[in-house]
């Protein structure tokens, strides 16, 4: 008799080790990521609609590090397992909650790194100001498609541009 076999959900893994890691667009189908940062910056963005739906989870290793979620304006991050050493901090602003917010679970330790989480036009503007947008641009032009980089959450990718 045939069963189904069971998948364990897939899980991204993104370090930083004196250096930059951008993950910008539509980059990623997965909810469950580990982040290692060692004197260094991520920027995850998760505001892409091929993300299926459902919680997020994060688990977090950063020392000396800075790490830019770029989040739906409704997300609820969720950091009450964060274990945050020395001057660590998690930054951020003012949201609103509706019946179908994403929720964020974000685990792990900060040790004197800082978490900052962006969200509307603000996680437009830091998306925007990088060498990633700027490439996706570039290659919408010469595809004649809309570039996605910027925001992910209404441009899918392969749009055509309206002539």
Same mark, same amino acid.
Request: aromatic share 4%; charged share 25%; no cysteine.
């Given at each position: 008799?045939?069963t &189904?076999?069971? =998948?364990?959900?897939q899980?991204?893994?993104?370090q930083?080790?004196?250096?930059?890691?951008?993950k910008?667009?539509?980059?990623?189908?997965?909810?469950?990521?580990?982040?290692?940062?060692?004197?260094?910056?991520?920027?995850?963005?998760?505001?892409?609609?091929?993300?299926?739906?459902?919680?997020?989870?994060?688990?977090?290793?950063?020392?000396?590090?800075?790490?830019?979620?770029?989040? &739906?304006?409704?997300?609820?991050?969720?950091?009450?397992?964060?274990?945050?050493? !020395?001057?660590?901090?998690? #930054?951020?602003?003012?949201?609103?909650?509706?019946? =179908?917010?994403?929720?964020?679970?974000? =685990?792990?330790?900060?040790r004197?790194?800082?978490?900052?989480?962006?969200?509307? !036009?603000?996680?437009?503007?830091?998306?925007?100001?990088?060498?990633?947008?700027?490439?996706?641009?570039?290659?919408?032009? #010469?595809?004649?498609?809309?570039? =996605?980089?910027?925001?992910?959450?209404?441009? &899918? &990718?392969?749009?055509?541009? #309206?002539k």
């Amino acid at each position: 008799m045939n069963t &189904p076999q069971q =998948t364990a959900p897939q899980t991204v893994q993104v370090q930083a080790h004196y250096s930059t890691n951008r993950k910008l667009g539509h980059w990623t189908t997965a909810r469950h990521f580990e982040v290692r940062a060692m004197r260094g910056a991520v920027v995850l963005d998760l505001r892409s609609p091929s993300i299926p739906p459902g919680d997020l989870e994060i688990s977090v290793l950063a020392d000396h590090s800075m790490l830019k979620l770029l989040v &739906p304006d409704d997300a609820i991050v969720d950091t009450w397992s964060l274990d945050i050493v !020395g001057r660590g901090r998690v #930054k951020d602003g003012p949201s609103e909650q509706t019946p =179908t917010s994403r929720t964020i679970r974000i =685990t792990g330790q900060l040790r004197h790194a800082e978490i900052r989480i962006r969200r509307a !036009g603000i996680a437009v503007l830091a998306a925007m100001f990088t060498r990633e947008a700027l490439a996706d641009l570039r290659h919408a032009h #010469k595809q004649g498609t809309i570039p =996605t980089v910027i925001d992910p959450a209404n441009t &899918p &990718p392969g749009t055509p541009r #309206k002539k």
